[in-house]
């Protein structure tokens, strides 16, 4: 055996595993234009194969969408920085997240510092992502399961995130907009998802902008009979 070899223990060495793999994970983000320091740091720091369907865990470090129950994706983490990266997350905000999932998209708003309100049309993922969320010490999170692109009565946010893409956004989910707030999610444009960007100024008028292709599920709107 070769004395100058010092022994790891298997603690130790899949905590350097991880490490390693976190390392490179953010280098891949940076490589495909994600600059935001605060965003990157809550990327490395928020465990996605935490949120991971188990057997996909050895991927959660990759650039890949992931399947989930009841028939949902885990949106790849490059469409999820693009998309937080035009939201423009600042401490403090007060935001509506439209579309659960596994409960990674909600960590990362909670530890960009704002309060989050979550909806999930399926009772089995809103379970699971709570789970998940206690986990990681999510900061302020708030889970519901109900119809997220239903209207709220007399509920403003600073910013709202759609976790998918609908052939229009509609006016009960723009309606929460208050005077500079801002609305990303995907819009599907002969096909393909586009990110896009509604912002509500001073004035109180809406305007669109359309941006990059993006790799993101349809989001539907009721609340799921069953699951």
């Known amino acids: 055996m070769n004395q100058d070899m010092p022994f790891l223990p298997e603690a130790e060495t899949r905590d350097e595993q991880q490490a390693i793999g976190a390392a490179s994970f953010i280098l891949s983000l940076r490589a495909k234009g994600i600059r935001d320091t605060a965003l990157l740091r809550a990327m490395e720091l928020v465990p996605r194969e935490v949120f ?21 994706t885990m949106t790849g983490p490059a469409t999820v920085a693009a998309m937080l990266l035009a939201l423009g997350v600042q401490p403090g905000q007060r935001i509506l ?30 379970e699971s992502a709570g789970q998940h969320l206690k986990i990681v010490e999510a900061g302020k999170v708030r889970l519901e399961v109900g119809d ?27 309606s929460h907009l208050g005077p500079g707030s801002r609305l990303v999610g995907a819009i599907t444009i002969e096909g393909v998802p586009h990110l896009v960007r509604i912002e509500r100024n001073a004035e109180g008028e809406l305007t669109q902008s359309v941006g990059a292709p993006l790799r993101i599920s349809p989001l539907v709107t009721g609340i799921a009979a069953t699951l």
């Open 97 to 126: 997240e439209v579309g659960t999932g596994s409960g990674y998209v909600t960590a990362l708003l909670a530890r960009l510092g704002a309060e989050v309100t979550s909806i999930e049309r399926f009772n089995t993922l809103a």
């Open 148 to 174: 997220g692109l239903a209207a709220r009565v007399r509920d403003r946010f600073d910013r709202i995130l759609l976790n998918g893409a609908r052939p229009e956004i509609p006016e009960t989910v723009t």
């Open 52 to 72: 991971a369907p188990r057997r996909f865990t050895d991927l959660a470090r990759t650039d890949v969408a992931l399947p989930l129950p009841c028939g949902q």
